[in-house]
Protein backbone atom coordinates (compact mmCIF):
# COMPACT_ATOMS: atom_id res chain seq x y z
CA UNK A 1 0.00 0.00 0.00
CA UNK A 2 1.06 3.42 -0.90
CA UNK A 3 0.15 4.78 2.79
CA UNK A 4 -1.37 4.01 5.99
CA UNK A 5 -5.20 4.93 6.81
CA UNK A 6 -7.82 5.85 4.68
CA UNK A 7 -6.46 7.06 1.79
CA UNK A 8 -3.91 3.87 1.81
CA UNK A 9 -6.92 1.26 2.40
CA UNK A 10 -9.39 3.37 -0.15
CA UNK A 11 -6.28 3.01 -3.37
CA UNK A 12 -5.42 -1.11 -1.92
CA UNK A 13 -9.10 -1.59 -1.79
CA UNK A 14 -9.95 0.12 -4.96
CA UNK A 15 -7.38 -2.36 -6.58
CA UNK A 16 -8.15 -5.26 -5.06
CA UNK A 17 -12.25 -4.79 -4.94
CA UNK A 18 -12.91 -8.51 -6.39
CA UNK A 19 -11.23 -9.74 -3.20
CA UNK A 20 -13.98 -8.30 -0.64
CA UNK A 21 -14.04 -10.93 2.41
CA UNK A 22 -10.32 -10.83 2.21
CA UNK A 23 -10.66 -6.79 2.33
CA UNK A 24 -12.97 -7.10 5.15
CA UNK A 25 -10.57 -9.01 7.43
CA UNK A 26 -7.59 -6.65 6.87
CA UNK A 27 -9.83 -4.25 8.16
CA UNK A 28 -10.58 -5.85 11.16
CA UNK A 29 -7.38 -7.10 11.68
CA UNK A 30 -6.16 -3.93 11.55
CA UNK A 31 -8.76 -2.15 14.38
CA UNK A 32 -8.78 -5.06 17.00
CA UNK A 33 -7.69 -2.65 20.05
CA UNK A 34 -10.52 0.08 19.31
CA UNK A 35 -13.38 0.44 21.67
CA UNK A 36 -17.01 1.46 20.60
CA UNK A 37 -18.08 5.18 22.44
CA UNK A 38 -21.31 6.23 23.09
CA UNK A 39 -23.00 9.47 23.10
CA UNK A 40 -25.50 10.64 25.78
CA UNK A 41 -28.59 9.01 24.13
CA UNK A 42 -26.93 5.90 23.48
CA UNK A 43 -25.96 7.06 20.33
CA UNK A 44 -22.44 5.20 19.00
CA UNK A 45 -20.00 8.15 17.68
CA UNK A 46 -16.60 8.54 16.75
CA UNK A 47 -15.21 11.58 19.09
CA UNK A 48 -11.43 12.83 18.46
CA UNK A 49 -9.03 15.71 18.62
CA UNK A 50 -6.19 17.27 17.76
CA UNK A 51 -4.39 20.29 18.25
CA UNK A 52 -2.87 22.28 15.63
CA UNK A 53 -0.02 25.04 15.76
CA UNK A 54 -1.64 27.62 13.63
CA UNK A 55 -4.22 30.41 13.86
CA UNK A 56 -8.23 29.16 13.77
CA UNK A 57 -8.43 31.52 10.02
CA UNK A 58 -5.57 29.22 8.70
CA UNK A 59 -7.44 25.90 9.84
CA UNK A 60 -10.68 27.05 8.24
CA UNK A 61 -9.13 27.63 5.01
CA UNK A 62 -8.52 24.05 4.90
CA UNK A 63 -12.10 23.55 4.81
CA UNK A 64 -13.65 27.13 2.83
CA UNK A 65 -12.26 25.77 -0.88
CA UNK A 66 -12.00 23.10 -3.10
CA UNK A 67 -7.92 23.83 -2.90
CA UNK A 68 -8.01 24.40 1.18
CA UNK A 69 -9.95 20.49 0.82
CA UNK A 70 -6.72 19.46 -1.98
CA UNK A 71 -4.22 20.41 0.59
CA UNK A 72 -5.40 18.15 2.98
CA UNK A 73 -8.14 15.57 2.61
CA UNK A 74 -8.13 14.13 -0.67
CA UNK A 75 -6.16 15.00 -4.38
CA UNK A 76 -9.40 15.84 -5.65
CA UNK A 77 -12.35 17.02 -4.77
CA UNK A 78 -16.07 18.74 -5.82
CA UNK A 79 -16.68 21.41 -2.63
CA UNK A 80 -19.48 24.37 -2.70
CA UNK A 81 -19.20 25.71 0.60
CA UNK A 82 -23.22 26.30 0.70
CA UNK A 83 -25.79 24.71 3.00
CA UNK A 84 -26.72 21.26 0.51
CA UNK A 85 -23.41 22.17 -1.56
CA UNK A 86 -22.04 19.24 -3.22
CA UNK A 87 -18.92 18.03 -0.71
CA UNK A 88 -17.23 14.82 -2.83
CA UNK A 89 -13.69 14.27 -1.56
CA UNK A 90 -11.94 12.11 -4.61
CA UNK A 91 -9.40 9.52 -3.20
CA UNK A 92 -9.21 8.19 -6.18
CA UNK A 93 -9.65 10.22 -8.98
CA UNK A 94 -9.78 8.61 -12.11
CA UNK A 95 -11.67 5.58 -11.11
CA UNK A 96 -14.82 4.80 -12.61
CA UNK A 97 -17.98 6.94 -10.16
CA UNK A 98 -19.26 5.20 -7.27
CA UNK A 99 -15.58 4.06 -6.36
CA UNK A 100 -13.44 7.40 -6.21
CA UNK A 101 -14.26 8.20 -3.16
CA UNK A 102 -16.87 9.86 -0.21
CA UNK A 103 -19.23 10.64 -3.60
CA UNK A 104 -22.71 12.04 -3.48
CA UNK A 105 -22.27 13.82 0.13
CA UNK A 106 -23.49 17.27 0.82
CA UNK A 107 -22.57 20.28 3.19
CA UNK A 108 -25.21 20.77 5.96
CA UNK A 109 -24.35 23.45 7.96
CA UNK A 110 -21.39 26.08 8.83
CA UNK A 111 -20.37 28.67 10.25
CA UNK A 112 -17.00 30.04 9.47
CA UNK A 113 -14.34 29.60 12.13
CA UNK A 114 -16.90 27.78 13.77
CA UNK A 115 -18.00 24.44 12.21
CA UNK A 116 -18.88 22.52 9.33
CA UNK A 117 -20.75 19.36 9.23
CA UNK A 118 -21.12 17.09 5.97
CA UNK A 119 -23.01 13.56 4.81
CA UNK A 120 -20.34 11.05 4.58
CA UNK A 121 -20.72 7.46 2.80
CA UNK A 122 -18.98 3.83 3.19
CA UNK A 123 -16.28 3.39 1.08
CA UNK A 124 -17.01 0.64 -1.77
CA UNK A 125 -15.90 -2.26 0.10
CA UNK A 126 -18.97 -1.64 2.04
CA UNK A 127 -21.66 -1.64 -0.96
CA UNK A 128 -25.00 -2.20 1.05
CA UNK A 129 -23.95 0.59 3.65
CA UNK A 130 -22.40 3.22 0.86
CA UNK A 131 -26.22 3.45 -0.26
CA UNK A 132 -26.61 5.41 3.45
CA UNK A 133 -25.34 8.10 4.92
CA UNK A 134 -23.39 8.82 8.31
CA UNK A 135 -22.66 12.60 9.13
CA UNK A 136 -19.26 14.33 10.15
CA UNK A 137 -18.65 17.52 12.32
CA UNK A 138 -15.62 19.30 12.50
CA UNK A 139 -15.42 22.34 15.12
CA UNK A 140 -12.40 24.77 15.88
CA UNK A 141 -12.02 26.23 18.87
CA UNK A 142 -9.37 28.88 19.21
CA UNK A 143 -6.54 27.60 21.90
CA UNK A 144 -4.29 30.91 21.50
CA UNK A 145 -3.26 33.11 19.08
CA UNK A 146 -1.38 30.44 16.65
CA UNK A 147 -2.90 27.57 17.99
CA UNK A 148 -6.31 25.57 17.13
CA UNK A 149 -8.05 22.38 18.26
CA UNK A 150 -10.30 20.54 16.56
CA UNK A 151 -12.73 18.48 17.62
CA UNK A 152 -14.09 16.11 15.34
CA UNK A 153 -17.57 13.61 15.51
CA UNK A 154 -18.64 10.90 13.57
CA UNK A 155 -21.79 9.83 14.07
CA UNK A 156 -25.57 7.92 12.83
CA UNK A 157 -24.13 4.98 12.69
CA UNK A 158 -26.77 1.69 12.46
CA UNK A 159 -26.69 -1.63 14.23
CA UNK A 160 -25.48 -5.18 13.26
CA UNK A 161 -22.32 -6.81 12.06
CA UNK A 162 -21.53 -4.19 8.56
CA UNK A 163 -22.38 -0.95 10.74
CA UNK A 164 -19.54 -2.39 13.06
CA UNK A 165 -17.24 -3.33 10.32
CA UNK A 166 -17.62 0.33 8.86
CA UNK A 167 -17.35 1.96 12.24
CA UNK A 168 -14.07 0.25 12.93
CA UNK A 169 -12.82 0.94 9.59
CA UNK A 170 -12.92 4.68 10.35
CA UNK A 171 -11.70 5.12 13.54
CA UNK A 172 -7.81 4.51 11.93
CA UNK A 173 -9.17 6.64 8.94
CA UNK A 174 -9.70 9.58 10.86
CA UNK A 175 -7.77 9.64 13.61
CA UNK A 176 -4.69 8.22 12.30
CA UNK A 177 -4.76 9.71 8.55
CA UNK A 178 -7.02 12.73 7.70
CA UNK A 179 -6.49 14.66 11.35
CA UNK A 180 -2.87 14.30 11.57
CA UNK A 181 -2.84 15.13 7.75
CA UNK A 182 -5.14 18.21 8.06
CA UNK A 183 -2.27 19.07 10.78
CA UNK A 184 0.68 18.47 8.88
CA UNK A 185 -0.64 20.97 6.21
CA UNK A 186 -1.40 23.73 8.62
CA UNK A 187 1.95 23.26 10.39
CA UNK A 188 4.06 21.64 7.57
CA UNK A 189 2.50 22.40 4.14
CA UNK A 190 0.07 20.78 1.58
CA UNK A 191 0.27 17.21 1.12
CA UNK A 192 2.46 15.80 -1.53
CA UNK A 193 -0.27 13.11 -2.68
CA UNK A 194 2.52 11.63 -4.98
CA UNK A 195 4.37 11.07 -1.87
CA UNK A 196 2.02 11.37 1.43
CA UNK A 197 3.78 11.39 5.01
CA UNK A 198 3.42 8.42 6.92
CA UNK A 199 3.29 7.89 10.62
CA UNK A 200 1.82 11.69 11.75
CA UNK A 201 0.65 11.74 15.17
CA UNK A 202 -2.89 10.37 16.08
CA UNK A 203 -5.82 12.67 16.85
CA UNK A 204 -6.88 11.85 20.47
CA UNK A 205 -10.19 10.02 21.55
CA UNK A 206 -12.35 12.42 23.69
Request: with cysteine; net charge positive.
Amino acid sequence: MQSRGYFGFYQYCHMKKSSTPALLLLVAIYVIATTITFGQAGERAISLSIDISAPIDSVWSRFSSAAGIRKFFAPSCVWELTTLGKAEILFAPQAPAGQRGAENNVIMAFQPNEMISLSWDAPPIFPEIRKQRTYVIFRFQKAGERKTTVLFTHTGFGSGTDWDAVYNYFIPAWSSVVLPRLKYSCEVGPIDWANPPEDLAAAQRR
